[in-house]
Every structure is written in structure tokens, then in C-alpha cells.
């Protein structure tokens, strides 16, 4: 009996853990669930059929591409995103897909869409960055890892940059690589660049006049 206890004690000490923080998504894509507590409103009022991508680092600070940091200046500004790829790659989820998170502000899709209050049906995707940065190799590996896992829940028919939405207050992702973007989207199906930062994804749909 003691020799059962013993060897189940050792057991519990060597057995391999996973954080309770990691989640293995429906593809088996790895994401660590960091959820923030302010930011964001519960629920959708419209279908997710967009995707926003901005950048975001914590300017004045100490380590400005610090996670932590980052989502520092989030509860300060009371603003948050779905998601948060850092330096190394590592995508966190920070908001539920299922509720609204506060990403876009005050914002607007290129006509013909022309829809405002953004926020209700998009997915905000942030990448830890500075204004004259390139972006990792190891961000954009997750960064198509993530889309393809989105799109495994969402008809996303529109990816678009957070500073073709926002008039003259944004103008991130700074230094995106859009056509490394456009490469990705192409084996998904037909694309549609309309020039700057905005993709279609509709077959039949045509890029703003």
C-alpha cells in the first residue's frame, strides 16, 4: 500500500502540465487564454463576417512590447481586441468571439459596405509593434494559424486595417505585409484587393467604386 501511495506521488510530481491558460482550439491551434475584464460588452448584435487588424505597443513604458504592458494601457483606455499576437508569436485571447470587444472606436467600412458601429461584427486582431517596426516572422505564423482558425467559425468575407476604417485618427497596422496577407487569402478562394489595406472575399463582390 505504501509502495502505491509512493509511486502515485511521484506521478503527480513528474507528470507533464499544461497551463490552465492554454486552449486547443477546434484545429488544434494553441492559444492562451488571457481574458481582460473591462473593454468589451457581452454578446453581438450582428453577425462576424470581418476582420480588423491593428498594432499596439506600450509607449513610454519600460518595455514597451510587453504583454502585461500592453494590456495596461487596454484597461487604461478601456479599449481591449479579441486577440493579442506578441513579439514571439504567442496569440492571446483576450475576449470571447462571442462578445463585442471595444477595437475600433469610432468607425466606418468603405463604401459600399458603409457600415459604422464596426465593433458589433468584427473580430479585432492586435500585433504588439511600433510605429517602425517590422513585424516577426514568429507574428505572422500565428497570425495565419489564427485567421485559419477564425475562419473555421466565420463566413469572413472582408479583412480589413484599422486605419481604413477610422477616417484621420488611425493609421495602423503600421509596416503590415499586405501581400503576404493577399498570398494566404488566395487559397481560400478569390480575392479582392481594393487597394490600401482592404480585402474581399466574396466571390462576385466588387471593391468600392
Known sequence: MR???FLAVIFLVTAPTRSSTEVITDR???VVDRPVSSGFARGRTAKVDTIVFHSVFA???PDPY????????FKRLKVSAHYLIARDGVVYKLVSESNTSYH?????????????KTNSF???IELI???DDRFTEAQYQGLEQLLLDIRSRHQICQLVAHGEISGDRKTDPWNFDWIRLRGWLENWGPVAHCG?????LVSGTHCPS
Open 3 to 5: 509502495l502505491l501511495l
Open 28 to 30: 488544434g491551434f494553441l
Open 59 to 61: 509607449e513610454g513604458t
Open 66 to 73: 510587453s504583454v502585461d504592458a500592453v494590456l495596461a494601457v
Open 104 to 116: 475600433a472606436g469610432k468607425s466606418r467600412m468603405p463604401a459600399p459596405d458603409g457600415r459604422a
Open 122 to 124: 468584427t473580430i479585432g
Open 129 to 131: 509593434g511600433g510605429y
Open 196 to 200: 490600401g489595406a482592404l480585402f474581399i
